[in-house]
Structure formats: C-alpha cells, structure tokens
C-alpha cells in the first residue's frame, strides 16, 4: 500500500487526483495540470512535497564529512545558506541531487529525493565518520513548496521574515523547529517549509489563507513536472541517475574540483579532461507533438538517443525534451511522437527563465 502524507486528508478536501510516486499516493492535479502551471508563473501554488527525504547530520565533523561527500564546496555555504549538490559515486555517477542546508557548523540539513531516501542515507552511514551523526527523520516532517511571484505575499507572518535567495531561517512553532527556505523547483521564486507532521496542515491552511486575494492555488505532481522541465530542471531516475555524470548531465558548475578531495573527483578529473562522449540535449518541437520519456531522437535518418523528460510546455505551447546524445548538436533533429517523427530544435537551457535572481544555480 502506498504510504501517505500528513496532508493526505487536506488533499482530498480540495478535490485532488492521486497518484504513486515513489511508493507515495501523492496529489497529481486539483484543477488541472495547465491552470496549477499558469498560476504558478503568474501568481503563487502550493505544492506537497513531503514525499522528499530529511536528513539531519550533526556534529563537530559534520562539515568535513559533507565536504567529502559532495561535488560542490560546502564551504561556500554557511549558516543560514542551501547549496545544491550531488553525491557522486567512486565512477562519478550520481546517486541523487540533493540541497544542503546549513543550520549551524554542527548542524545541517539534507533534503533528497523520495525515491533515494534508503539509499542516500546507507550510503552516507557507510561513510560516516567519529564526530558526525546522522538522523533520518523523514518520517516525521512535511515538507510544502510555495512557489511563484507572488510566494512571498503568501507567507503569513507566524513564520517570520522572508530569507533571501537560497537562505533559511529556523522557527519555532509549539516548541517544533519549522525551517523556512527560500528554495525551489519551478523556476520561479518561492520557499520551501518543512515542519513537523503535526503541524504542517495547520502551516498550509495558514498559508492559502493568507495568499488567497494573490491568487494561491493547490498544486498537483503534473505542473510540478512541466514547471521544473521548462526551467531546465532535472529529474533524478529520469535525466540523472548513477550511470550518469554531472558533466554528462551538463551540469559542470556543480563540481567544484579545487575545493580538495571527495568522493567521485578523480573520475570527473579524467572525463573532464577526455570530454564526454554523451551529452544531455534540449530540444523543442518545431511542429504539434508532445515528446514522451523513451521516445527516440533521430539526428538526419539515425536514432541518436532517447528522451529522459519531455511533455507539452504550457508557457511556451510547444513540446519539449531532454535527452542524451552523442556529438554536437548539429541537426537535423526530430523526436518520435506517437506514430510520426516530429521535427525538432536543438535548444540552450532553461526552456524558459525568469530573470535573475531566481536561477538555481545562483
């Protein structure tokens, strides 16, 4: 049976549609997947993600040990700050992308993927060090995103001042840490809450009420899907995984190779140097189709590939795509939709972008 949320009853209050994620029944859609995406890059949505995994490390060693477990430098990130990352495996293969918080020296907190929780922590307990202890507490905290321009005016004033970008601030609500993040997965600006189980729905409704004139909406899995693929987002298990590199994935900025050593930099080192011989692609639709993950990717008469993520961009009304290819990215190029090849473009990422401060990388 698939496991359910703190929210679970919430949902179904608002009339969600359900479906499994990573062994989690989780809101799919309320509305429907295109007005949940628009309201989200015009106004503000909610989103339930406490599917994603809690890891808690602790102690005077804390920091070095993240250090040596993560691609990028930990050390830009102090108190109060995320980092994105990856855990790379010895081959430099990625065995999930996660964000770093950092809550104090001693004390971070590592949110990863629904999918990977099991594995991201045995991996980290097999290296963990004296002075370093880590807590999965997964289970005991939701986690919501409130994601669009119009995020900030949704936070009620119970959960303090606004971080900035990639910041955090701790609160304590019913003496319960609740820790409020100005992170994200859609592109846009917005935060991201996690709280005790306890507490969490009690935070939503705080929160639709209090960006309701904004225009808040409740939002499902499927606009979470096309809002983090238009921005050039990847999905871990889909455009990433441990047979897949940072570089391969087009993601060179997230190794940091003169911060010293750590797990998967001798590997990088060498391929960096090589070059890559497959390359993570965009490509958007020339003519009317929707690309779907395994459809094939021809370059001339050739299949050159295969789409890791693609759907129908509601921003941009064209189909898009991602996927591995050999090569430059000199065409032509189509993508296998249905029972026709469709004619492609090869794109630069994001898909879509709002102006900066909001890039994920910055």
């Known amino acids: 049976m698939s496991k359910r949320t703190a929210l679970h009853g919430w949902h179904r209050s608002q009339g ?40 808690f490390v602790e102690g005077a060693g804390a920091f070095e040990f993240l250090q040596k477990l993560c691609t990028n430098d930990v050390s830009k990130c102090p108190p109060g700050k995320a980092i994105y990352s990856h855990l790379c495996n010895p081959k430099g293969g990625v065995i999930d992308d996660i964000f770093v918080y950092c809550l104090r020296r001693d004390r ?33 905290y939701g986690m919501v995103a409130v994601q669009g321009p119009a995020a900030e005016r949704a936070l009620p004033a119970s959960l303090g001042p606004a971080p900035r970008r990639h910041e955090l601030t701790e609160i304590f609500r019913n003496g319960k840490s609740v820790f409020l993040c100005r992170t994200g997965y859609t592109g846009e600006d917005g935060f991201e809450i996690v709280a005790p ?11 639709m009420e209090t960006g309701r004139e904004a225009g808040i909406v409740p939002c499902g899995l499927g606009a979470r899907d096309t809002l983090r693929l238009e921005a050039g987002y990847l999905l871990y298990g889909s455009d990433v995984d441990d047979g897949r590199t940072p570089l391969e994935a087009g993601l060179p900025w997230v190794v940091k ?31 009317r189709g929707v690309p779907r993950h395994g459809s094939a990717i021809f370059r001339g008469g050739l ?21 591995y290819v050999p090569g430059p990215a000199d065409g032509p190029w189509s993508i296998q939709c249905l029972s026709r090849r469709v004619p492609a473009q090869a ?15 910055n």
């Open 347 to 361: 794109v630069r990422l994001p898909f879509y972008a709002r102006p900066k401060p909001f890039s994920k990388e």
């Open 257 to 287: 190779f003169d911060k010293g050593d750590f797990i998967g930099r001798e590997a990088l080192a060498e391929q960096k140097e090589k070059g890559t011989e497959m390359r993570l692609a965009a490509f958007k639709l020339s003519e």
């Open 16 to 55: 969600a549609r359900f479906t499994d994620f990573a062994g989690w029944e989780m809101p799919v859609q309320y509305a429907g997947v295109v007005p949940e995406h628009l309201a989200v890059r015009s106004c503000a949505g909610l989103f339930d993600v406490s599917h994603m995994g809690q890891i």
């Open 108 to 140: 971070y907190l590592v949110v990863v993927n629904a999918a990977t929780i099991s594995k991201d922590f045995a991996w980290m307990r097999g290296h963990v060090s004296s002075g370093v202890e880590l807590t999965d507490a997964s289970g005991d």
């Open 197 to 207: 189980n306890e507490i969490v729905e009690a935070t939503v409704k705080e929160v």
């Open 303 to 323: 299949e050159a590939g295969r789409v890791t993520s693609g759907t129908f961009s509601p921003t941009l009304e064209a189909g898009i795509a991602l996927g």
